[in-house]
């Protein structure tokens, strides 16, 4: 199902290729997938159009985790905390200072 | 299981924890009009293992703050849904909606999309296709009625919302327990608030960005419906792309307490989407 699922939203990505929302969609499928590499990508391209209220970032820095890319995990989640605390989302912005510190900050 | 008031922007909440904690992501249920948290009491213990359960009584309804003027319409209950995941430290949950609870849901889905990773909409308000007519009178005779004592207005929606449940001595027991925080003036009061409120505005102001939500979605619809037809669950699965529609044969409105067994089946396939 999440196959079905992964190749679904990839098409919705190339036949809507501006619609940063598809993009979200298709890297959370390639989260449940394991394809880390594919969700990073996406989701810096959502977070490139798209106003994100912190929890974007969380899981591009989750996706980085994996990939060992920690530096750049670190620096996704500085900016999720600036997007949580901008739209109100205190508790958000709290986890992701926590996860900062588990990654060495 | 245990359950606890959050303070969302002033106003009291009541929700109850359940499940277990592990790799899934967290799953809110919502109920809907005029019930509470008690509609999913038969679900929860169906959930598969491994995820948080928050079921919540939206506010004005079961244990949570009556509305005294705050916003009790479908945008204004999703603003406080969000709160409360804030509160929670809930960064991204499967939202479950019943009734104008699944209104909610959709909100959510469309207006936060990041917040809501899988979407279940039960016997749900959609479109401009809710209120039904019962409700749209009983709110051209708010005038009058809002002056009758609780007991006279609520016996008429006793009647009506029986007609929603296949077994009436479950119908019975249940009306009772929704209608009990209604049963005094100032339930009464609240009571009308909730109806001035019940409006498809926001579900109509939503409907050309429904094909825009990207979480996996299922739609669940008791087939004998009286309030809110099937046909707003198969336009539901027509706008939201790669949703599926189950509808349970001889059930009517309350599909969580009447196959509760049905509704964690589905959700379960769901939330392996």
């Known amino acids: ?105 | 299981m245990r359950g606890e008031f959050v303070d969302v922007n002033g106003a009291r909440l009541y929700y109850y924890a359940a499940g277990s904690r592990g790799a899934g992501e967290p799953v809110i249920f919502l109920h809907g009009f005029p019930t509470s948290s008690h509609v999913w009491t038969e679900v929860v213990p169906l959930v598969p293992k491994g995820h948080r359960v928050v079921v919540v009584d939206l506010l004005g309804y079961g244990r949570s703050d009556r509305p005294t003027g705050r916003d009790v319409s479908v945008r204004g209950h999703a603003e406080r849904i969000i709160g409360l995941l804030d509160a929670l430290a809930i960064n991204y949950a499967a939202i479950v909606g019943h009734d104008v609870g699944g209104g909610i849901a959709q909100t959510m889905a469309v207006r936060w999309p990041t917040r809501v990773s899988r979407l279940m909409l039960v016997n749900s308000v959609g479109f401009d296709m809710w209120p039904g007519r019962e409700v749209k009178v009983a709110r051209a005779m708010l005038p009058l009625t809002r002056h009758l004592p609780a007991t006279w207005v609520l016996s008429i929606v006793r009647t009506d919302l029986m007609r929603g449940y296949l077994t009436s001595d479950r119908g019975a027991h249940s009306v009772e327990m929704y209608l009990r925080p209604f049963s005094s003036p100032e339930g009464r009061d609240a009571f009308m608030e909730h109806m001035m409120a019940l409006d498809s505005a926001e579900t109509k102001a939503i409907e050309p960005r429904l094909k825009d939500i990207v979480a996996p979605t299922a739609i669940l619809w008791g087939a004998e419906d009286p309030f809110l037809p099937v046909d707003i669950g198969r336009k539901l699965q027509t706008e939201i792309a790669g949703s599926t529609l189950s509808v349970v044969p001889d059930i009517r409105h309350f599909t969580p307490e009447e196959a509760p067994e049905k509704v964690a089946e589905v959700l379960g396939q769901l939330l392996t989407r």
Not at chain 1, 27 to 42: D, H, M, R, S
């Open chain 1, 1 to 105: 199902m999440t196959s079905q699922r992964l190749d679904a939203m990839r098409a919705m990505v190339a036949k809507n290729p501006n619609n940063p929302l598809a993009r979200f969609g298709l890297a959370n499928e390639a989260i449940k997938a394991q394809l880390y590499g594919e969700a990073a990508e996406q989701l810096r391209l959502y977070l490139a159009s798209y106003d994100d209220e912190g929890n974007g970032y969380g899981r591009l820095a989750d996706a980085l985790v994996h990939l060992g890319q920690v530096d750049d995990a670190r620096e996704a989640l500085r900016r999720g905390i600036d997007a949580a605390r901008r739209f109100g989302h205190p508790t958000m912005a709290n986890e992701f200072e926590a996860r900062l510190e588990e990654l060495g900050e």
